[in-house]
């Protein structure tokens, strides 16, 4: 049983050109979306905010995978997104902020949710169940005594503070430090002195960010990050 | 094709996609293309089904999940693109 809370999220900024009318591009669909999924694409009454929707899922689900896993690979098509939520009294269903869906990785069922602006979606996950099992309710972020937090900023708003030389070490762009300022704010709800935001270098990639003291993760705090365009969006899980 | 045959289509590939130009400026076979680029992942799609339609190549999805540079992405093209014995 995975008694940790494991979270992930996803930022799509829609008033890039780019992502309008990619339902139209027919090897994209191909190449990212399953035939079921496309079909939920084209069938809804805006697509290209389905698409978006359906992808931001897929990236949450792999950021998830991700730290459960080693290896494990952004293909896109063997992140199943299922509209059909069993057990629709649960408590992620019947939050507050709105309808909510399952991603499937192998036996991993991620559960995600999405917050729709007109010109942005922030989608944020975490891991429902594994192996059959669901996730206890002390690692569900979205049940006591979990809490969640997450934010999103534009570019143009300010963020304060200053990072570490061990957070500064996997920042690759102005954005990934903003997502770090972002979730650092956001931290600071709980009494975490000395936590850092942190990556290793693992073989050939970064890995997920965790919260740290002291290069050692710090027990019951989970963190995700995100930036697209104009925006940047963090998530933090961590003690009621 | 060699490297540099290969590297200069890689990179007039990638172009219309990045987002910090300045980066781009001169690139080398370490220019990493999320992280020094700025190329998101969705955008990372697109450039390997262009990889597939200007090499004539197929990328299935464990070797576009190897490609984090500019080298990697010479590499692989040379891989797949070399006659086979």
Same mark, same amino acid.
Request: glycine share 6%.
């Given at each position: 049983m995975h008694s940790r809370a494991v979270i992930g999220n996803d930022i799509v900024d829609l008033a890039d050109p780019w992502t309008a009318g990619k339902e139209r591009?027919?090897?994209?669909?191909?190449?990212?979306?399953?035939?079921?999924?496309?079909?939920?694409?084209?069938?809804a009454a805006e697509p290209t905010l389905e698409l978006w929707r359906t992808w931001s899922a897929k990236e949450t689900a792999f950021k998830i995978a991700s730290k459960l896993r080693e290896g494990v690979i952004f293909a896109h098509r063997r992140f199943e997104v299922d509209p059909e939520v069993p057990g629709a009294a649960d408590a992620f269903?019947?939050?507050?902020?709105?309808?909510?869906?399952?991603?499937?990785?192998?036996?991993?069922?991620?559960?995600?949710r999405w917050e729709t602006a007109r010109d942005y979606i922030h989608c944020i996950g975490q891991l429902a169940r594994r192996a059959g099992e669901p996730v206890p309710a002390e690692a569900d972020p979205w049940r006591r005594p979990r809490r969640l937090l997450?934010?999103?900023? /534009?570019?143009? /708003?300010?963020?304060?503070?200053?990072?570490?030389?061990?957070?500064?070490?996997?920042?690759?762009?102005?954005?990934?430090?903003?997502?770090?300022?972002?979730a650092? /704010?956001?931290?600071?709800?709980?009494d975490l002195q000395g936590a850092e935001i942190v990556r290793m270098w693992r073989a050939w990639r970064w890995s997920p960010p965790v919260v740290a003291r002291l290069g050692q993760p710090v027990a019951g705090f989970d963190?995700?990050?995100?930036?697209?365009?104009?925006?940047?969006?963090?998530?933090?899980?961590?003690?009621? | 094709m060699d490297n540099a045959a290969a590297f200069a289509k890689v990179v007039s590939i990638i172009k219309p996609f990045v987002k910090n130009q300045d980066a781009f400026a001169q690139p080398t076979d370490g220019t990493r293309i999320i992280e020094d680029l700025g190329v998101n992942s969705a955008r990372l799609v697109d450039i390997i089904l262009a990889f597939e339609d200007e090499f004539g190549i197929?990328?299935?999805?464990?070797?576009?999940?190897?490609?984090?540079?500019?080298?990697?992405?010479?590499?692989?093209?040379?891989?797949?693109?070399?006659p086979a014995h």
């Amino acid at each position: 049983m995975h008694s940790r809370a494991v979270i992930g999220n996803d930022i799509v900024d829609l008033a890039d050109p780019w992502t309008a009318g990619k339902e139209r591009d027919r090897r994209f669909m191909d190449r990212v979306f399953t035939p079921e999924e496309r079909r939920r694409i084209l069938d809804a009454a805006e697509p290209t905010l389905e698409l978006w929707r359906t992808w931001s899922a897929k990236e949450t689900a792999f950021k998830i995978a991700s730290k459960l896993r080693e290896g494990v690979i952004f293909a896109h098509r063997r992140f199943e997104v299922d509209p059909e939520v069993p057990g629709a009294a649960d408590a992620f269903s019947a939050s507050a902020a709105g309808h909510a869906v399952s991603v499937w990785f192998e036996d991993l069922e991620i559960r995600v949710r999405w917050e729709t602006a007109r010109d942005y979606i922030h989608c944020i996950g975490q891991l429902a169940r594994r192996a059959g099992e669901p996730v206890p309710a002390e690692a569900d972020p979205w049940r006591r005594p979990r809490r969640l937090l997450a934010g999103i900023v /534009q570019d143009s /708003q300010g963020l304060g503070g200053a990072l570490t030389s061990a957070e500064r070490a996997s920042v690759h762009s102005t954005a990934s430090e903003r997502a770090r300022l972002l979730a650092r /704010q956001l931290m600071e709800r709980w009494d975490l002195q000395g936590a850092e935001i942190v990556r290793m270098w693992r073989a050939w990639r970064w890995s997920p960010p965790v919260v740290a003291r002291l290069g050692q993760p710090v027990a019951g705090f989970d963190v995700s990050l995100s930036h697209d365009g104009r925006f940047v969006a963090a998530a933090v899980v961590g003690p009621a | 094709m060699d490297n540099a045959a290969a590297f200069a289509k890689v990179v007039s590939i990638i172009k219309p996609f990045v987002k910090n130009q300045d980066a781009f400026a001169q690139p080398t076979d370490g220019t990493r293309i999320i992280e020094d680029l700025g190329v998101n992942s969705a955008r990372l799609v697109d450039i390997i089904l262009a990889f597939e339609d200007e090499f004539g190549i197929e990328v299935d999805d464990d070797s576009a999940d190897r490609v984090r540079t500019l080298g990697d992405a010479v590499q692989m093209i040379l891989r797949k693109t070399a006659p086979a014995h």
